[in-house]
């Protein structure tokens, strides 16, 4: 009995890690334009280091909060104004500084002392809080810009590489097969199931490596599952990536 409490820790390492690499993937995407990745990688490495430090003390985890990190990152980023109708705001530059972070953390540790304030405000207004943090931050994922197209005309589709590049069909046919995915996760997470979920989320690595390139082609997984917002195609010798544009029918 002495190594049964490995499977649950190994369960909850899986889910700390993915939280945590899934958020560095959304917070540190290229067109964001970061520039301290050394300090970036120190705060994973403290985070790292006092998980190891709490959990000899009983004391809860540190991870990622996906959507309050990606709100704090959304309100750091300096946006361009659009210069002409339907142009898109590109990002200048992202405040990097720690300066936000520390006050977040003392506030915290001051929220102890205020707790006879903090009880009257209704349960409400902080769900709707969260809410408005969750919703904000879907904005620029392309999932949700790509379900948000199952309800727009083909006619109205922005100029993305997964519109123009790919036939509408098969966008469709790999956004529906993303929902389906992220409905088996919440399906498993709101069961008695869910100390399964990191399994299962393992198991989409399989999907994404060996079944869904059986489906689409490179061309394809590379507009629709890019890390980057700006796909470049690099032109091998001997094919004509005009031939791989989709034609107006």
Not at 48 to 53: D, N, S
Not at 104 to 130: D, Q
Request: neutral net charge.
């Amino acid at each position: 009995m002495m190594f049964a409490s490995v499977v649950p820790a190994l369960l909850v390492f899986i889910l700390i890690f993915l939280e945590t690499q899934i958020t560095t993937l959304i917070v540190s995407k290229p067109e964001r334009k970061l520039v301290k990745g050394s300090g970036f990688h120190l705060d994973l490495l403290l985070i790292v280091a006092m998980g190891g430090l709490a959990a000899l003390f009983g004391m809860p985890w540190l991870s990622a909060t996906t959507v309050r990190t990606i709100t704090h990152a959304n309100a750091l980023t300096v946006m361009s104004k659009a210069s002409s109708p339907g142009e898109k705001s590109q990002i200048l530059e992202v405040k990097e500084q720690r300066i936000s972070s520390l006050l977040v953390a003392v506030l915290i540790g001051v929220s102890i002392l205020m707790e006879p304030i903090l009880k009257y405000i209704p349960l409400a207004v902080l769900f709707g809080i969260f809410l408005y943090m969750g919703v904000t931050s879907l904005f620029g994922i392309q999932l949700f810009d790509r379900i948000l197209l199952l309800l727009m005309p083909p006619k109205y589709h922005p100029d993305e590489p997964y519109v123009t590049r790919v036939k509408t069909w098969r966008m469709h046919l790999f956004t529906f097969t993303q929902i389906i995915v992220l409905v088996l996760l919440w399906v498993v997470k709101s069961t008695p199931a869910s100390l399964a979920l990191p399994f299962v989320l393992i198991l989409t690595v399989p999907l994404r490596r060996f079944l869904l390139p059986k489906i689409f082609r490179d061309i394809e997984l590379k507009c629709l599952d890019a890390d980057d917002a700006v796909v470049t195609f690099e032109e091998q010798e001997g094919t004509d990536v005009y031939n791989e544009v989709q034609m107006p029918s």
